[in-house]
């Protein structure tokens, strides 16, 4: 009995500090709470790359608080409303149901192309602008949705992009093309396909793998006997880094290039010495050579004790777009803010931000990364909104 | 030529993989007529041990074979432990309830499994340390490293040796009164929950080796390693005649080399209109004929259907 009683205290002076806690921060506020939805992987296999972009945004989201906004006269403060799509796209669908049920005003999401796509629809029927942050497919905009948004260079750019590279600088002449099955795999693949074949080089092989595999011999094997200069991935670092190791041991004398899902520190990590010489076309400015880059680099690693991993600062720029977009509209109305975010224009952290009729990020800078010496380096910068191929 | 070399050893590396996490799924199935699919977890958890014991080991300058050694002392008892201990809390209450009870728990145990290896090891994937040496061997253009020659030969060897225990010894013995009727052997004086448990720590020790092996070879481990292997495993066992100790090596083989034939040259050969995206498909294809010609697998004998 006397064990219940005390629990029963313990509860009641729990409940009494929760509720201390939510005045203290209602009383702080003043003004109105604005609140801004955030989705990524935060868990799975791509988690460092969701965690990632939730600190940019979060960042992004205390500085303007900070600041002290000011929308249609009154003063505002942000909250940022963060989910968890684990990559996975019948979960993006819902977690964009959520956040459209908790009317945020807009949404910095998704990070996967196969995530990003299905919730579109959910932010569009809700009339919720979404800015992604990574999504690089290019059917993420050509739905035909007004809402739908995106601070990176897309696939038809990127995947061109590292063909220029590898035509103009590494003069190839035989290429194969491995793609993940994924969105984003198959789309930067073909977009890299399409520009090379454009360009006289021969497609030797085009193969198949998945998103969980860890087996890449046979096919592996199959190019070997084509002789290629240059192996084209599109995938991530997760398949990418046993890719590697893989083609070290049979014996490939081919490079590997892919995309920005690969040009992370993780793909040195798991492919060791195998990682040397990769090539990587990543969206945007090297972090370092960004407008904002190295002060930004610093907040970041002053806040969160980490570095940033890769698309932070494109998470950080939306939640400033979007600001924007509200200082103009004088209104946090999702409608109002929609129709000034198509105009906005301002220098941030990744370069000059600014979206054409489609909802595209307008002349997306890209760079080309290579590994040497265990690091990423880059090498080159290709202007990604100069020459896009034309889309299927 | 190269090529087909090259492929044919992709194959049979990769076929001895499936046979040898098949060996654990036939023993359990062949006794108990259960199957394990939280084998292929068991198999995860001997790859994550050791991983983490190497980690430990690292700095202390022992030479790599003594780290190696010291892992596999702690990796091998371990999941046999695990195997013991699922046996006893998950599948000896339902030992003879309707057959679908135990088959769910089992799919229940593999999720625990997976999500406990999160909980203490996160849900990245790990790089993993060349433990056995992996400079390939050129032979005749086609290249094999060490590392694989050890998982061909190892796993030829652990069937070789389980065909003895089971035809051999004591405990063998045991083992086939048990899975003929376990009434009939308790009877005899055969203690029926000692043969089980024991079936259970072998194959488990076994998984726990696989793991290693295949980690190695690739390179890289993460929670969700075993269940596509337990998954293939289990089709390779199937395929071979599920319960037949020797089927199991045969059905991993030839599945690997369907796999590692049918993704290297099917798309060659049609012209590009199947890719190697199909590799699973074909892999399945195969299993569904040789089930509907021969529905007790190909070296599987037609036994009457246990109550």
Not at chain 2, 278 to 290: E, G, H, K, M, S
């Amino acid at each position: 009995m006397k064990q219940r009683s005390s629990f029963l205290l313990f509860s009641a002076a729990l409940a009494l500090i929760v509720a201390g806690c939510g005045k203290q921060e209602a009383a702080s506020t003043g003004g109105d709470t604005i609140k801004i939805g955030m989705a990524a992987p935060l868990t799975g296999t791509q988690s460092h790359i969701g965690q990632d972009i939730k600190n940019g945004t979060l960042l992004g989201v205390e500085e303007l608080n900070a600041q002290g906004i000011e929308i249609g006269g009154k003063k505002v403060k942000f909250e940022l409303m963060a989910e968890d799509d684990e990559a996975n796209p019948a979960k993006a669908t819902t977690v964009a149901q959520k956040l459209a049920d908790a009317k945020v005003v807009a949404v910095v999401g998704h990070f996967n192309s196969g995530c990003s796509i299905p919730a579109s629809k959910v932010y569009a029927d809700a009339g919720i602008p979404q800015i992604s942050p990574g999504s690089t497919n290019p059917r993420y905009t050509q739905q035909g949705y007004a809402t739908t948004f995106r601070v990176v260079a897309n696939d038809d750019q990127q995947g061109p992009a590292g063909a220029t590279y590898a035509i103009n600088s590494l003069k190839v002449k035989k290429v194969a093309v491995i793609d993940d099955s994924t969105s984003y795999g198959q789309g930067l693949a073909s977009a890299f396909e399409r520009t090379v074949k454009a360009a006289g080089v021969e497609v030797v092989a085009v193969e198949h793998t998945t998103d969980k595999d860890t087996d890449f011999a046979a096919i592996l094997t199959n190019i070997k006997s084509k002789n290629p200069d240059l192996i084209f991935f599109g995938g991530i670092d997760t398949q990418g880094g046993p890719m590697l190791k893989q083609i070290q041991s049979l014996g490939l004398s081919a490079k590997l290039m892919g995309g920005d899902g690969i040009q992370t520190p993780n793909l040195v990590h798991l492919a060791g010495d195998a990682a040397e010489g990769t090539i990587a076309s990543i969206p945007g400015l090297p972090k370092d050579k960004m407008p904002g880059g190295t002060a930004f680099l610093d907040k970041f690693k002053k806040r969160f004790g980490v570095e940033v991993e890769l698309f932070a600062p494109m998470g950080y720029d939306a939640v400033f777009a979007l600001a924007e977009a509200m200082k103009k509209a004088g209104s946090t109305e999702s409608a109002k803010v929609l129709a000034e975010l198509k105009k906005v224009q301002f220098n941030g952290v990744t370069g000059p931000v600014a979206f054409d009729d489609k909802g595209d990020l307008k002349n997306g800078p890209i760079t080309i990364n290579v590994v040497k010496g265990g690091k990423w380096v880059p090498v080159e910068t290709i202007n990604g909104g100069a020459n896009p191929a034309p889309a299927k | 030529m190269e090529t087909l070399l090259q492929q044919l050893i992709n194959g049979i590396v990769l076929g001895s993989v499936y046979a040898l996490v098949a060996l654990g799924y036939t023993m359990v199935y062949g006794i108990l007529g259960l199957i394990n699919f939280a084998h292929g977890e068991v198999v995860m958890v001997g790859a994550m041990v050791t991983l983490a014991v190497i980690k430990l080991l690292a700095g202390s300058g022992l030479p790599l074979a003594v780290q190696l050694l010291i892992a596999l002392g702690v990796a091998i008892p371990a999941c046999m432990a695990l195997g013991a201990t699922i046996e006893r809390v998950a599948y000896r209450p339902l030992r003879n309830a309707p057959r679908l009870a135990p088959l769910i728990t089992a799919i229940g145990v593999s999720i625990v499994l997976q999500y406990l290896v999160v909980l203490i090891w996160g849900r990245g994937y790990h790089p993993y340390p060349e433990l056995l040496p992996t400079t390939p061997i050129d032979i005749a253009g086609a290249r094999i490293s060490p590392a694989q020659i050890i998982i061909v030969v190892f796993s030829a060897l652990m069937m070789g040796a389980l065909l003895w225990l089971v035809h051999h010894t004591r405990l063998g013995r045991a083992m086939r009164a048990t899975a003929e009727n376990p009434a009939v052997a308790r009877l005899m004086g055969v203690n029926v929950n000692h043969v089980i448990t024991m079936t259970f720590v072998i194959g488990s020790g076994l998984g726990a080796i696989a793991g290693i092996l295949v980690s190695v070879n690739y390179s890289v481990a993460h929670y969700q390693m075993g269940f596509m292997l337990g998954l293939k495993a289990f089709t390779a066992a199937v395929l071979g005649g599920i319960g037949n100790l020797a089927g199991a090596m045969v059905g991993g083989l030839l599945l690997g080399l369907i796999e590692a034939l049918g993704s290297g040259y099917v798309g060659d050969l049609t012209g590009g209109v199947f890719g190697s995206n199909y590799r699973d498909v074909f892999a399945f294809i195969v299993l569904i004929v040789v089930l509907i010609f021969r529905p007790s697998g190909l070296l599987g004998e037609r036994v009457a259907e246990r109550a």
